[in-house]
């Protein structure tokens, strides 16, 4: 896949769940867009907004139009293929796959790549949350294993059914005590979410320290499974905001040494060096 001649302009974009992030290029600036639903006729309404009804060339990340890469691979050397979406053609980059745990990969694979671009010596682990949450073991720039989990989408839903916010405060040092108790007995994630639930219904406990401690549950059983990806490995974290400073909590009460990098920079460069092949 060539890039195109200079300075013609295209699109990279990458979906994460539902949530479509875009580029104009070359230069301009992030936009957002929350699609109604993951169906191809809504992705690609979203993309014939962004491109105006202009003709452009856009390179997908994020999307299953395209068959997904075993593992081990290089993510920073997955090739485009070219494809239609709703009579749309774009230039798709492949997620990644695995038998054993089942699992598939789709919108964090740019952001890993960038990063392993950036990064090409980097041997360890990084951990990509978002719609899906991702543990990767990286060694010689190849993705050998990863580990994922459906922590944020289970907080949400949690959060929706106990009438807490979605976003906003949290006290950390509540979900610093959540954190250590569900890595120390995840069996019992399910039990103290509904204990959570009860103290915030009876007005026994305020909405910032629930919602801290039903994140704090939930992410240390998510620890608690990931263990072996993070104990003694160096660790990359890779998330937009509110989850890339709720991780990072969560890991810092643990005492790990974590190496944050911006996640729209990993995206971004995940996308046009692809693109550039």
Known sequence: MRPPRSGAGW??????????????????????????DSSPAALAAALRQLLGGRAGSVVLGGSALVAPHPVPVLPAELPLSETLLEGLKVCAL??????????????A???????????????????????VTHWVQVS????????????AQLA?????AMGLEAAGDWDRTAQAEAVADGISRPEQTAARLASVQA????????????RARLWGLL??????????????????????AP???LYAAALDAQALPVTLADPTRMTLEGLTRAWAG
């Open 156 to 160: 949400r839903a949690a959060a929706q």
């Open 219 to 240: 992410l240390g059983a998510e620890l608690a499974a990931a263990r072996p990806y993070w104990l003694g490995q160096n660790l990359a974290l890779i998330a937009d």
């Open 94 to 107: 492949p997620g990644l796959c695995q038998a054993a745990p089942c699992g598939v990969m789709q919108g």
């Open 109 to 131: 694979v740019a952001r890993l790549g960038g990063f392993l671009r950036l990064n090409p010596d980097w041997d360890g682990v990084v951990c990509l949350p978002g719609a």
């Open 199 to 210: 103290a915030a219904a009876l007005g026994h406990m305020p909405a910032d320290a629930a």
């Open 11 to 36: 699109l990279a974009a990458n979906l994460d769940g539902t949530a479509l992030t875009a580029w104009e290029m070359p230069g301009g600036p992030a936009r957002k867009l929350l699609l109604p």
């Open 140 to 151: 010689a720039r190849e993705a050998v294993s990863f580990q994922s989990t459906l922590t």
């Open 243 to 245: 989850l890339q400073a």
